[in-house]
Each structure stands twice: as structure tokens, then as C-alpha cells.
């Protein structure tokens, strides 16, 4: 998401100075783990470099994605200092959950809320005791040096539902907005003209998704066909656990995930995690395709139940089943929820609703900023 949203601010004409590292190279590092174990929690290195390139190009506003494992916490003090107005878009948990999914062992889990990260420990989190103690350490770490909550202006969450977790945290309510992740080619998406010929999943394939609840719906329901696309690598034997009529397709590109849409008649969503904002939702809506989801976390304020397509009970098979069941046997409901859910995507899901409410919410931090503290050159 943050590259779309580099994107559409670079179409408004703003100039965008992305500051960037990967994890993806950690496995191929010489002691990557344990690099990233330290960085995670201070990495100067990050710092040095950043500080250098804003004093290269000096931003108007600083809008921070994530900051783990190779830049840290420890940029938002030198932001602070450098008097540049911080924006922290909240894409996952991290702030109050070392894993940043509120989700242990495949249930949901907040026992560390609340300056408990050592739960992360002791119910292995990862899997892998080094693993669940570098996330525990340095989620403590960043809740007790106050980096976060003492040097950003603004937050940004996607649902409400993630705005009320934070400030339960302890995030201040008055700076918290939110804003729905967008589509970023929404006119290029039309009402479907058919009904469609399969249930879809759209998505990586991976624990917190609750594949097992899909596939015994799908194994309950003989007579319908489901298609998955998505990259399954993190679950290479679902394959095998499936009963005949579902179909693993792979990850597919634009112009194949464009047709598997057109030819999808509801899509569901079976995450027994808080998800934040799973675009998949306002795309398939976007098209005219209704969706059944999990009842959990933000994802009602997404998919209004009776509205734009209908609710189960996380990992409950036989209340996803019977909800399959009501919308693939009424066309005529697919058709009313898809165009609801169309009308929806429209007034909130557009790429020129997502600019207005950045650039409202940038507005507050640079009101926030210079109000609180006299800039600071270094």
C-alpha cells in the first residue's frame, strides 16, 4: 500500500523522497538474525543515513510506514529534533503487539497489551524462542523509550476498530485518523454483467487467513466450486488437505486476477486475526461482487452485513457454509450487495478520497508540530 500512495502523491504533483530497507535479504546476511535482532531496537546506521538525507532534501512532512528491523525507533527522536512534522501510518499492531497481529498459535491473544510483552515468550509466539524474544524485547523497548508516542504528531489507522486498539494502548484519541486503504485503479473496475461461476479467496494463504474453516465449508458444499488465488508457499500441503472442488490457482497477475474477478460470483474472507485493512475487500466490492468475512476485528465496517454481503463466525464451518449457501443459491442478492458494496468503494475506496484525508491529516501534524516545538535545524 505505501508504494500506491507514493504513487498517487507524486500524480497531485507532490515530490516524494523515499528513505527504505528490506528484510528480505536477512536469511542471505552473514548473522542477518542477529542483526536484525539489534536493529530492530537501535540502528544507527538507519539514523546516520537519515539524518543525511534530510539534510539533503528536506521534507515539508515525514509519514513513517514501519521502522522494523532495519531502521528502528530511533529515527523519530532525530525527526523530532530536526523539526519536521511526523506522520506514523499504523499498518499492523506492532506498537502494542510484538508480532503485530494480536494472533498466538492461530487464536487471538492481547495478553501483552499493556507493558506485558513477556507473554510473547512464554507462549513462543514465533515458534522460535529467539524469534518471540527479539519481537517481545523490542516492542518493550519501544513502548518504554516513549520513542513513538513522544516525537509523532499524527496517526493514521485504517478502521476504527484499529483507532480504539490504539487508544487503548494509550495513544492520544484527539491525533488518530482514520483512513481506509484505496484502489488505486478504480475506473478501470465495472459492475459485473454475470452473476459468476465460483466461490473466490484472494490472498496470501498463510496461518491467520483460517484455511482449514474454508475448506471444510468448501468440503460441505460438493456441488460448488472455489478457487484460491494467492501464494500458498507458506502452506504448501493445504494443497493436499483440499477436497475436490477447490482449485489452487497460484498467484496471478493483473490480467488473470482481472478475469478470475469477472468470473466470480461472491468472494469470502475466513481471518480469524485482526486484519487491518485487506484491500481484497474493496476490490472485489469495487467490481460488483459480493463478500462473506469473518466477524472479527475492523472487518464489519467493511462489509456490512445484509448491505454489501454477509458476516460469520471466525472459524465457525457451518455458519460460513450456511452463508455461502444463502448468497450462491439468490443471484438476485449477489446483485443487490454487489452494486451496494460498488456505491460503497466509490464514496470512500477512490484514490481522491484517500489524498483529501492525507492531506487533512498532514495539515494537523504540521499545525501540531510547529505549534509544540520551534524548528530545529541539526
Request: glycine share 6%; hydrophobic share 40%.
Amino acid at each position: 500500500m505505501i508504494n500506491k500512495i507514493v504513487n498517487l502523491l507524486e500524480e497531485q504533483g507532490h515530490s516524494v523522497s523515499r528513505f527504505t530497507r528490506t528484510s528480505a535479504d536477512i536469511p542471505g546476511m552473514r548473522f542477518g538474525r542477529i542483526r536484525a535482532f539489534f536493529c530492530g531496537i537501535h540502528c544507527p546506521s538507519a539514523i546516520h543515513d537519515m539524518q543525511n538525507q534530510f539534510k539533503a532534501n528536506r521534507p515539508d512532512v515525514v509519514m513513517i510506514q514501519n521502522v522494523f528491523p532495519f531502521i528502528s525507533t530511533g529515527v523519530f527522536p532525530l525527526i523530532k529534533k530536526m523539526g519536521i512534522p511526523l506522520v506514523f501510518r499504523c499498518g499492523n499492531f506492532r506498537l502494542a503487539c510484538p508480532n503485530g497481529l494480536f494472533l498466538s498459535h492461530e487464536k487471538i491473544c492481547e495478553k501483552c497489551v499493556g507493558g506485558r510483552e513477556y507473554w510473547c515468550v512464554l507462549k513462543n509466539c514465533e515458534r522460535s524462542f529467539f524469534k518471540s524474544f527479539g519481537y517481545a524485547l523490542r516492542c518493550a523497548w519501544t513502548r518504554l523509550s516513549g520513542n513513538v508516542t513522544k516525537n509523532t504528531d499524527m496517526y493514521i489507522t485504517q478502521t476504527q476498530f484499529t483507532r480504539e486498539k490504539f487508544v487503548e494502548w494509550g495513544l492520544p484519541e484527539q491525533r488518530i485518523a482514520v483512513i481506509p486503504n484505496f484502489i488505486d485503479n478504480f475506473d478501470a473496475f465495472n459492475s459485473k454483467p454475470d452473476p459468476g461461476n465460483f466461490i473466490g479467496f484472494v490472498g496470501r494463504v498463510s496461518p491467520e487467513k483460517d484455511m482449514p474453516t474454508l475448506l471444510g465449508a468448501a468440503a460441505n458444499l460438493p456441488d460448488i466450486p472455489f478457487k484460491i488465488a494467492g501464494d500458498f508457499t507458506r502452506m504448501p500441503w493445504i494443497i493436499n488437505e483440499a477436497p475436490e472442488n477447490v482449485k489452487f490457482l497460484g498467484r496471478l497477475d493483473s490480467e488473470a486476477l482481472d478475469k478470475f474477478y469477472a468470473d466470480c460470483r461472491l468472494l469470502v474472507l475466513t481471518s480469524n486475526c485482526y486484519e487491518v485493512f485487506p484491500v481484497v475487500l474493496a476490490e472485489a466490492m469495487a467490481r460488483g461482487i459480493p463478500v462473506v468475512c469473518s466477524r472479527i476485528g475492523g472487518l464489519p465496517s467493511i462489509v456490512e452485513e445484509h448491505r454489501t454481503g454477509l458476516l460469520f463466525e471466525p472459524s465457525n464451518i457451518h455458519d460460513l457454509t450456511e452463508k455461502i449457501s444463502i448468497l450462491w443459491s439468490n443471484q438476485e442478492m449477489c446483485r443487490e450487495m454487489g452494486e451496494t458494496g460498488r456505491q460503497k468503494s466509490l464514496l470512500q475506496y477512490t484514490g481522491d478520497c484517500y489524498y483529501k484525508n492525507l492531506m487533512t491529516v498532514f495539515e494537523q501534524a504540521i499545525r501540531i508540530s510547529h505549534n509544540q516545538t520551534p524548528q530545529r535545524h541539526l
